[in-house]
């Protein structure tokens, strides 16, 4: 049964191909933990997108942030760049494409999501995020 109290953890990571691994696993144990292993498929993927692209494109640390609150699980990467995200496009129009297709996935599996400015311990960045509603 998930929780009703809301909770938040960050995972700071560094500027790691392997740091996409650890965060997956991660947020997995993080959901299975807070009675959320409906959601572990799902948000698996949306995070995988989210780190590793703030890893592949970014030179600095990165971070991982998850919380839960009203039924809603929010999952988001800061990255220390901070340049707005390309737009995602229609995952149908990328068809066999290699590259570009994170946050297309993104937005077609996550129920909402969106980026804003953010600065953290003196560092300007991003915020990238998306959310998924618990259907339980």
Do not use: F
């Amino acid at each position: 049964m998930p929780e009703t109290e809301p909770w938040e953890y960050t995972l700071y990571i560094p500027n790691d191909v392997r740091a996409v691994t650890v965060s997956r696993r991660t947020l997995r144990l993080i959901l299975t933990m807070h009675g959320l292993i409906n959601l572990a498929d799902t948000a698996e993927l949306l995070a995988t997108e989210l780190v590793a692209n703030a890893v592949r494109h970014t030179k600095g640390p990165a971070a991982l942030r998850v919380r839960w609150a009203g039924g809603v699980l929010r999952i988001g990467a800061w990255d220390a760049d901070p340049e707005p995200p390309e737009p995602p496009q229609e995952l149908a129009k990328l068809g066999e494409a290699e590259e570009g297709r994170g946050l297309a996935l993104v937005r077609a599996c996550s129920d909402l999501w969106g980026w804003q400015p953010l600065t953290r311990n003196g560092n300007r960045g991003k915020y990238v995020w998306c959310e998924l509603t618990s259907a339980a």
